[in-house]
């Protein structure tokens, strides 16, 4: 129960007011109680003005001035202008409560005339020793999303099931479609896409290090939920089975091993990876097996690609230029089915990424950016 509530009840049994506190104490706990049974929301509001994102959008996005959200004269906003959400609230799973953020853009006041399908779902999901609001600072995806727009999902992992706050990647008990970790994230997209203006053909889902690892399998298990997946310093599904074989995938580079259920196939999953060869938490090779693993099952449907490469400058802090090769793999229509940015001295950390944020190389290039604008070009 929050404190201030005691605090309050004691301080005012003191006074004169006796019985009439007590009673009023016994109410607003009977209330709250009968809150937290459902989602628990804390909101705060920022406007903003919806453009289409690109990559070339990166920038105009300073990601080292994320806007504060908590701000109160981000509440002020006119009433005739549209606002942004960004929320706290709960997800009940298989007896556990799960915290995650929901960013939710300013939409057309004509809404929903103007997009009567419903904006696209982005699922991010943050890495070990990370938590929701920390991944959304330090990615800024929110920033790019009011442009778009599109709602972003932020699920969080629990300390009890992982001490570091990991997600469990690495366990078999989390590998599969209808049990553990990937039937959970399925199933809060699936309560987000039924409760919000959601277009079910556009719901995508990416991550980083542990998060990447784990947005891989669970895109590998629900190609009939998700029509892309990030993949940013993350590893490929089935690279290990317990914590050791996980140390070694993530030192050495791990091989990508088939889903178990065949029906998780039969669709092709454009995917969009990140990593920086300087990677010294996980191998770049694995970055390298996704991008093949991908590759592998657009030629298994018959899919023909073609490849190009284009390299890209940005400059260092040091005053000299970072080399990022980009690869792309796309289909006769033009339509880029893989991208894979190989980001030169990248570290383990969120590629463009704010230093509001934990594990972020604000030297860029800009993650966030590139994979919106990857994401955007799918429908399932």
């Known amino acids: ?25 016994r109410m607003l706990r009977r209330v709250l109680r009968k809150e937290l049974t459902g989602p628990m929301v804390t909101t705060a509001f920022v406007a903003a003005v919806p453009e289409p994102v690109t990559i070339e959008a990166v920038a105009e996005v300073n990601a080292n001035n994320v806007e504060d959200l908590t701000r109160p004269e981000a509440t002020e906003a006119s009433s005739t202008r549209c606002r942004a959400a ?8 298989d007896d556990q409560r799960y915290g995650f953020n929901l960013y939710v853009p300013p939409l057309p006041p004509t809404w929903p005339t103007d997009e009567p399908a419903g904006v696209p779902l982005l699922v991010m999901l943050h890495g070990c020793k990370q938590g929701a609001p920390d991944f959304a600072r330090g990615t800024g995806m929110n920033e790019l999303a009011a442009k778009t727009p599109c709602i972003v999902l932020y ?6 099931a992982n001490q ?3 997600w469990n990647w690495f366990d078999s008990a989390h590998q599969g479609r209808l049990a553990g970790e990937p039937a959970m994230l399925a199933a809060l997209t699936r309560q987000v896409i039924a409760r919000y203006p959601v277009d079910p053909t556009r719901v995508y889902i990416a991550g980083l290090s542990a998060g990447g690892a784990m947005a891989a399998i669970v895109a590998a298990h629900y ?19 317990n914590v050791m074989s996980a140390f070694s995938a993530m030192r050495h580079g791990g091989r990508s091993r088939a889903p178990g259920d065949p029906a998780a196939l039969k669709d092709v999953m454009p995917t969009i990876v990140f990593h920086g060869d300087a990677d010294r938490t996980v191998h770049p090779d694995n970055g390298d097996q996704i991008v093949l693993a991908a590759i592998a099952a657009l030629k298994a449907s018959g899919v ?7 390299p890209q400058e940005i400059p260092a802090p040091t005053g000299e230029m970072r080399h990022t090769l980009r690869t792309v793999y796309s289909a006769k229509n033009g339509r880029h089915y893989v991208e894979y940015w ?13 230093a509001a944020g934990t594990f972020t190389d604000p030297h860029g290039p800009n993650a966030s950016a590139a994979m919106l604008a990857f994401f955007l070009g799918h429908h399932r």
């Open 86 to 93: 960004f929320t706290r609230q709960v997800f009940e799973f």
């Open 164 to 166: 570091m706050r990991c």
């Open 155 to 160: 699920p969080e992992q629990l300390a009890k």
């Open 304 to 310: 023909p690609l073609t490849r190009s490469v284009i």
């Open 223 to 241: 190609p009939d939920l998700f029509a892309a997946v990030g993949v940013h310093s993350g590893l490929p599904p089935g690279a290990a089975h």
């Open 1 to 25: 129960m929050p404190y201030w509530i005691n605090e309050l009840a004691r301080a005012a049994r003191q006074s004169n007011l006796g019985r009439q506190v007590a009673a009023a104490e």
């Open 342 to 354: 190989s980001v030169e001295a990248g570290p383990h950390a969120w590629s463009g990424g704010s």
